[in-house]
Nanobody, 119 residues
């Protein structure tokens, strides 16, 4: 089992910055790809950014140039640096990981952290 705990959400004015963190813990062999997704009220959950164990990152077009995902494998932690925030970035941000459980890989989700951008 893997537990993901997000932190760093909050209220920020448009144009401001926030840094989200997500730490994975539990019993697993290794953590493969990790990522951030977000869900705005009344909308589906969408990909924000992912990062592989080797550090290869992929960002959604809507956040390119503004958000940066990074990773510390030693701490099983990922970060999302969010700059130049816009009102449309308001959402609950969820952390996701794919974990190697020994012969099988499984996806896990955190409970989410709310980001509110005021205009």
């Amino acid at each position: 089992q893997v537990q993901l705990v997000e932190s760093g959400g909050g209220l920020v004015q448009a144009g401001g910055s926030l840094r989200l963190s997500c730490a994975a813990s539990g019993r697993f062999f290794s953590i493969n790809t990790m990522g951030w997704y977000r869900q705005a009220p009344g909308k589906q959950r969408d990909l924000v950014a992912t990062i592989t164990r080797s550090g290869s990152a992929h960002n959604a077009d809507s956040v390119k140039g503004r958000f940066t995902i990074s990773r510390d494998n030693g701490k099983n932690t990922i970060y999302l640096q969010m700059n130049n925030l816009k009102s449309e970035d308001t959402a609950v941000y969820y952390c996701n990981c794919n974990a190697n459980m020994g012969g099988v890989s499984r996806d896990y989700w955190g409970k989410g952290t709310l980001v509110t951008v005021s205009s």
